[in-house]
């Protein structure tokens, strides 16, 4: 299990976090603030959805027939040997 992953949860408290930030300097600035509305919000959160889905679904082995989630089976007990022999 790879631990050095970065959470998707993080990335999105990070973005959202720096747009506040933004926002509030732009406010205090006397700036016009980022105009975010709840429709803007929705279609931003649907389309990062669509595009980590996609990418997740793309990046993963999609193993559909016999022979290759037999071969998927047989790289894992190999990956277990491995790590065994460590």
Request: proline share 0%; hydrophobic share 50%.
């Given at each position: 299990?790879?631990?050095?992953?970065?959470?998707?949860?993080t990335i999105i408290r990070t973005?959202?976090?720096?747009?506040?930030?933004i926002n509030q300097i732009l406010a205090i600035a006397g700036k016009d603030t980022l105009p975010l509305y709840e429709?803007?919000?929705?279609?931003?959160?649907?389309?990062?959805?669509l595009i980590c889905s996609t990418l997740w679904a793309w990046w993963k082995n999609n193993s559909f027939s016999h022979n290759a989630i037999?071969?998927?089976d047989?790289?894992?007990?190999?990956?277990?040997l491995e790590?065994?022999?460590k």
């Open positions: 299990m790879n631990q050095n992953k970065i959470k998707t949860e973005v959202v976090l720096a747009v506040a930030i429709s803007d919000i929705a279609q931003f959160v649907s389309i990062f959805a037999k071969a998927d047989y790289k894992q007990h190999l990956d277990e790590e065994m022999e």
